[in-house]
């Protein structure tokens, strides 16, 4: 750099002073701003998810809330940020309208997520904790986010799917209910006794505690198949009981059937060998 440039440079800083240290103020003052701006965010959006929890509002709700009171607060104190470094938030509230518009048709498809989970919210089709499947999937619900909803899998994996996909979807609640109804179908050879099949099964599910008394359990002959007679063994169970209920039965139904040599058969083919003589 030549002489000629730098002294150039100092005389523009010199005769330019004022404004500089105009610009040095807001650039400060815009820093500071935004540091006690997002301080600010963070211990109010804090606050708020406390104050819901407290209110033993649901963490699918509180979460939800919490989100859209945070990000609408971190706009605002952005703008107000840029306001004091001169930027004309009137226009550039305009251009972001015009910018969020093109990028609204853009994000159709983010958009619509938006709006399933304000749905999800409103009405209410599950909350944290209960165990549901939609879109092709299954899990616990952890939480509804903005865009997304969150599940966790029985294997401890964690699923992300997009709002829209759910609320587009058929909705199963496992957990709604407090009560459930478990279904079995036990497959017992033709030459059984069906009478004495029939007893042992019942004496299985009314020795189980965790059976419910009502409704009544069902025990009944549902189809005579290719190889075996079916029976369905229908009693309800709390839903907090339902699998461990279903694994215990099952290993007691194959033990105490073996005991009274009733036999479960599997599917078998007889082969027919014809012996022709070739002249």
Do not use: C
Request: net charge neutral.
């Amino acid at each position: 750099m030549t002489p000629e440039v730098i002294n150039q440079a100092q005389s523009w800083i010199i005769n330019n002073q004022s404004l500089l240290l105009s610009y040095g103020v807001n650039i400060v003052a815009a820093i500071i701003t935004l540091t006690i701006g997002f301080m600010l965010v963070r211990t109010l959006t804090n606050g708020v998810n406390s104050l819901l929890k407290k209110r033993n509002v649901d963490n699918t709700i509180s979460d939800f809330i919490t989100s859209m009171i945070k990000y609408a607060l971190l706009a605002f104190v952005i703008i107000a940020a840029l306001g004091r470094v001169g930027v004309q938030t009137a226009s550039f509230v305009a251009i972001i309208g015009a910018a969020g518009l093109a990028v609204g048709l853009a994000l159709q498809g983010s958009l619509s997520n938006f709006a399933a989970g304000v749905m999800l919210i409103g009405f209410r089709f599950f909350k944290a904790g209960d165990y549901i499947e939609a879109a092709g999937t299954a899990g616990t619900v952890r939480s509804v986010q903005i865009f997304t909803t969150i599940l966790m899998t029985a294997d401890n994996r964690m699923i992300v799917v997009p709002n829209a996909k759910i609320l587009n979807d058929k909705i199963i609640n496992v957990s709604r209910e407090k009560t459930r109804r478990l279904d079995l179908e036990i497959g017992v050879s033709y030459s059984a006794d069906l009478k004495l099949t029939k007893e042992v099964l019942e004496r299985i599910i009314n020795e189980d505690p965790r059976v419910l008394p009502e409704p009544a359990p069902r025990i009944a002959v549902s189809n005579l198949g290719a190889s075996s007679v079916d029976i369905i063994v229908r009693p309800w169970v709390n839903a907090t009981d339902y699998w461990a209920l279903k694994f215990d039965l099952l290993e007691k139904i194959k033990n105490e059937l073996d005991a009274n040599n009733i036999g479960i058969p599997f599917p078998q083919m007889d082969v027919h060998l014809i012996k022709s003589d070739v002249a």
